[in-house]
């Protein structure tokens, strides 16, 4: 196998993981989460969700792949032999996750085109669903076709051309030199969109009905579950990429440095986004004549409906529109690559592919499943449970399983607090393994049983999707990961592999020996 890939400095990692923390659910999931967790007030439990869960789970996760210097799935085996399976797991998330991931940054530059003309008219609903993606209804619309969609297909395809070539590049060239380029680029533009939105009338409004705070939400539980939640999403914790991206650092790097940053960074975004996207929102409201609750959503709603509505009423609405989708366009892309690398370090490292064959090979079949599943006539209803149950069951369960196998199973808590203390200024201590494990299990655990509960008895969708379509899709998917998982950690590892000598140590403490 190949010399490990590294980041050239602590700058250019810090970027590619801020590059992967700040994606689209910074844009349009943070400010709604505030907005329905009381405001203002909802500032309170996002950061003792920072401090508590977002931040030690950073710590823990760059110290494993930093340690271990390996993949998802090598760093977990190096860690202990039967471990493996979950970071089989995170890999099979993450692949998961990019398939589809794609085709919604795909959207976003068709919508950078259509923002110049305002192609939506009158109906930016109707637009998406029957003009834009034309999706089947009834029940042909829960039914895997092969029914192409070009004006989302095309797009789809250069996407994937260009994260490729992005991850043919390299660790340095490639990932970590675009988000050096796209971050400053993202933050500049959100901070013009931001004064931009604030000349707004109504702007005032938007964020009156953001910040102001609703202090009785404190006492509900589901407004501190929904802020761990937008933690452990947005951070980019639970899917290998830290693990992975921590593997090709320098052997001297400070760890506890770098996590502080990307967290107040992604942090400090997630707040940026919020003001222009409630300031614009405010606007909104004031012209329809509604308050800002019956106008405020979140996800696909907000990004590819409430605003191309607002766009088409706001002074310079197509350049502002041009920006806000070309924001989603660098935001998505960051996250993708970050994605799909963890993906193609754990096929180098499990089967001693070069760089380009893992690229080529393993890359281009997730651009061809991506391709033939989701820019379909009935792509919208896939990617939907898909991204629910990849996230809610996959995610989650991933990082409780984690977790639980680091504090209680494994007990290496105190080795990777010593690793961490060993290179980085930011020492941790009783606190941090008080914090990663207990408080987080604790979390994570009632998120997991408590999204599984409401799953059986609700279905899933709004109006409930089809119960066998759900059972395919969701369960089956979130299922599959597993027993995949599993399947690959019983194949053998190539010798010398596991127990290879690790790059910064003399002496590693792999299984079965000291260090």
């Given at each position: 196998m190949s010399e490990r890939q590294q980041f050239k400095g602590r700058r250019a990692f810090i970027f590619a993981a801020i590059g992967s923390a700040v994606g689209l659910g910074n844009i349009?999931?943070?400010?709604?989460?505030?907005?329905?967790?009381?405001?203002?007030?909802?500032?309170?439990?996002?950061?003792?969700?920072?401090?508590?869960?977002?931040?030690?789970?950073?710590?823990?996760?760059?110290?494993?792949?930093?340690?271990?210097?390996?993949?998802?799935?090598?760093?977990?085996?190096?860690?202990?032999?039967?471990?493996?399976?979950i970071g089989w797991w995170q890999v099979g998330i993450s692949f998961v996750i990019a398939v589809y991931y794609a085709v919604i940054i795909a959207w976003a530059v068709r919508y950078v085109g259509f923002s110049a003309t305002q192609a939506w008219g009158d109906d930016a609903a109707g637009f998406l669903v029957g003009d834009f993606l034309q999706q089947a209804e009834g029940d042909a619309a829960f039914e895997v076709g092969v029914n192409m969609v070009p004006g989302v297909a095309i797009p789809l395809v250069l996407v994937w051309v260009f994260?490729?070539?992005?991850?043919?590049?390299?660790?340095?060239?490639?990932?970590?030199?675009?988000?050096m380029i796209f971050i400053p680029v993202l933050v500049g533009i959100f901070l013009l969109l931001m004064i931009w939105s604030l000349t707004l009338p109504g702007a005032?409004?938007?964020?009156?009905?953001?910040?102001?705070?609703?202090?009785?939400?404190?006492?509900?539980?589901?407004?501190?579950?929904?802020?761990?939640?937008?933690?452990?999403?947005?951070?980019?914790?639970?899917?290998?990429?830290?693990?992975?991206?921590?593997?090709?650092?320098?052997?001297?790097?400070?760890?506890?440095?770098?996590?502080?940053?990307?967290?107040?960074?992604?942090?400090?975004?997630?707040?940026?986004?919020?003001v222009a996207v409630f300031a614009t929102l405010g606007f909104m409201a004031q012209a329809a004549g509604v308050g800002v609750s019956e106008v405020a959503g979140a996800g696909i709603g907000l990004a590819f409906i409430a605003f191309p509505t607002m766009l088409s009423t706001m002074p310079g609405g197509a350049i502002f529109g041009m920006l806000f989708f070309l924001a989603l366009v660098l935001a998505g892309i960051t996250s993708?690559?970050?994605?799909?690398?963890?993906?193609?370090?754990?096929?180098?490292?499990?089967?001693?592919?070069?760089?380009?064959?893992?690229?080529?090979?393993?890359?281009?079949?997730?651009?061809?499943?991506?391709?033939?599943?989701?820019?379909?006539?009935?792509?919208?209803?896939?990617?939907?449970?898909?991204?629910?149950?990849?996230?809610?069951?996959?995610?989650?369960?991933a990082g409780l399983v984690s977790v639980l196998t680091l504090a209680w199973g494994l007990r290496k808590l105190r080795t990777l607090g010593d690793h961490l203390n060993e290179v980085s200024s930011f020492k941790v201590g009783m606190i941090w393994k008080v914090m990663v494990g207990l408080v987080t299990p604790i979390i994570l655990g009632f998120m997991f049983v408590s999204e599984i509960v409401s799953r059986i008895q609700d279905g899933y969708g709004d109006p409930p999707m089809p119960s066998g379509y759900v059972a395919i899709f969701g369960w089956g998917s979130a299922i599959a990961l597993i027993v995949i998982a599993v399947i690959l950690t019983l194949i053998p590892w190539r010798p010398g592999v596991v127990d290879a000598p690790l790059d910064h140590e003399e002496s590693a403490e792999l299984p079965g020996k000291e260090a």
């Amino acid at each position: 196998m190949s010399e490990r890939q590294q980041f050239k400095g602590r700058r250019a990692f810090i970027f590619a993981a801020i590059g992967s923390a700040v994606g689209l659910g910074n844009i349009w999931r943070f400010p709604y989460v505030a907005y329905d967790g009381g405001g203002g007030a909802f500032i309170l439990p996002y950061l003792v969700a920072l401090l508590t869960a977002g931040v030690p789970l950073l710590f823990m996760y760059y110290a494993i792949g930093h340690k271990y210097r390996g993949s998802a799935p090598l760093s977990w085996r190096r860690l202990g032999g039967g471990a493996e399976a979950i970071g089989w797991w995170q890999v099979g998330i993450s692949f998961v996750i990019a398939v589809y991931y794609a085709v919604i940054i795909a959207w976003a530059v068709r919508y950078v085109g259509f923002s110049a003309t305002q192609a939506w008219g009158d109906d930016a609903a109707g637009f998406l669903v029957g003009d834009f993606l034309q999706q089947a209804e009834g029940d042909a619309a829960f039914e895997v076709g092969v029914n192409m969609v070009p004006g989302v297909a095309i797009p789809l395809v250069l996407v994937w051309v260009f994260a490729l070539l992005v991850h043919w590049r390299g660790i340095q060239g490639g990932i970590a030199r675009i988000s050096m380029i796209f971050i400053p680029v993202l933050v500049g533009i959100f901070l013009l969109l931001m004064i931009w939105s604030l000349t707004l009338p109504g702007a005032f409004d938007g964020l009156n009905a953001l910040f102001t705070p609703d202090w009785s939400a404190l006492t509900d539980s589901n407004v501190w579950v929904a802020a761990y939640g937008q933690i452990f999403f947005s951070l980019s914790i639970g899917f290998g990429i830290m693990i992975t991206y921590a593997a090709h650092l320098k052997r001297k790097t400070n760890l506890t440095g770098s996590g502080l940053t990307v967290a107040f960074s992604n942090s400090g975004f997630e707040l940026l986004a919020g003001v222009a996207v409630f300031a614009t929102l405010g606007f909104m409201a004031q012209a329809a004549g509604v308050g800002v609750s019956e106008v405020a959503g979140a996800g696909i709603g907000l990004a590819f409906i409430a605003f191309p509505t607002m766009l088409s009423t706001m002074p310079g609405g197509a350049i502002f529109g041009m920006l806000f989708f070309l924001a989603l366009v660098l935001a998505g892309i960051t996250s993708l690559v970050s994605i799909v690398e963890v993906v193609l370090t754990a096929v180098e490292d499990k089967f001693g592919v070069s760089r380009n064959a893992a690229v080529f090979g393993f890359g281009g079949l997730m651009a061809i499943i991506s391709i033939v599943l989701f820019p379909t006539t009935t792509g919208l209803n896939l990617l939907d449970v898909v991204d629910a149950f990849a996230n809610n069951f996959g995610i989650v369960g991933a990082g409780l399983v984690s977790v639980l196998t680091l504090a209680w199973g494994l007990r290496k808590l105190r080795t990777l607090g010593d690793h961490l203390n060993e290179v980085s200024s930011f020492k941790v201590g009783m606190i941090w393994k008080v914090m990663v494990g207990l408080v987080t299990p604790i979390i994570l655990g009632f998120m997991f049983v408590s999204e599984i509960v409401s799953r059986i008895q609700d279905g899933y969708g709004d109006p409930p999707m089809p119960s066998g379509y759900v059972a395919i899709f969701g369960w089956g998917s979130a299922i599959a990961l597993i027993v995949i998982a599993v399947i690959l950690t019983l194949i053998p590892w190539r010798p010398g592999v596991v127990d290879a000598p690790l790059d910064h140590e003399e002496s590693a403490e792999l299984p079965g020996k000291e260090a």
